[in-house]
């Protein structure tokens, strides 16, 4: 299985910040992952999808580039609502996996 | 709009089976391939199967396998969960999730249900 690793695992930040999470996939996966967005007791919501696209109805400071193995979600100006956890995820290979989250807390 | 809601969720004793299923509306169903993803208290997402739009391609997480089946009923609009030898490992909220373009296996989840608990305790 191709084992999906973010970083960092969680970290504080403020509002209108500029924040990056990193996600690297053990072997190459061309574009085939997406970025989620996870609030508590929630279901998960689908940011990015192929690696850099937004998905309908997502605001546009977020963004997500990479491909290969080394991916990146980022927030352009952090706002209220965009305290949650993220998840990336590859869809190249069966079975599907998700990197372990990161957590965004409020500064 | 689409709708996809999960139930047959609750307690249940290690060993035993469940059933859940996952109600679809509001998108051409049948041409859609579906998961099962999981959630165990306070951790991540972890997959647990797929089935492709017309039930000829199944998939199952390595945790899962042998155990849990995958399948749907396109006249109902529906997909299940079959789960036997149930552990407490599988203790956690389960989601059904549609991929985003209709026909294909290997593609991003676009829309979710709200989830189901499943609690595997004595």
């Known amino acids: 299985a191709i084992r999906m690793t973010q970083s960092p695992s969680s970290f504080s930040a403020s509002t209108g910040d500029r924040v990056t999470i990193t996600c690297r996939a053990s072997?190459?996966?061309?574009?085939?992952l997406a970025w989620y967005q996870q609030k508590p007791g929630k279901a998960p919501n689908l940011l990015i999808y192929?690696?850099?696209t937004l998905q309908s109805g997502v605001p546009s400071r977020f963004s997500g580039s990479g491909s290969g193995t080394d991916f990146t979600l980022t927030i352009s100006c952090l706002q209220s609502e965009d305290f949650a956890t993220y998840y990336c995820?590859?869809?190249?290979?069966?079975?599907?996996?998700f990197g372990q989250g990161t957590k965004v807390e409020i500064k | 709009q689409v709708q996809l809601v999960e139930s047959g969720g609750g307690v249940v004793q290690p060993g035993r089976s469940l059933r859940l299923s996952c109600a679809a509306s509001?998108?051409?169903?049948?041409?859609?391939?579906m998961h099962w993803v999981r959630q165990a208290p306070g951790k991540g997402l972890e997959w647990v199967a797929v089935?492709?739009?017309?039930?000829?391609?199944?998939y199952y997480a390595d945790s899962v396998k042998g155990r849990f089946t995958i399948s749907r009923d396109n006249s109902k609009n529906t997909i299940y969960l079959h789960m036997n030898s149930l552990r407490a490992e599988d203790t956690a909220v389960y989601y059904c999730?549609?991929?985003?373009?209709?026909?294909?296996?290997?593609?991003?989840?676009?829309?979710w249900g709200q989830g189901t608990l499943v609690t595997v305790s004595s």
């Open positions: 999730a549609r991929v985003q373009e209709y026909q294909l296996l290997y593609d991003s989840f676009d829309y």
């Open positions: 509001g998108f051409t169903f049948r041409t859609y391939a």
């Open positions: 089935i492709s739009y017309d039930g000829s391609n199944k």
């Open positions: 072997q190459g996966i061309n574009s085939y």
């Open positions: 192929a690696a850099s």
């Open positions: 995820q590859q869809y190249y290979s069966y079975p599907v996996t």
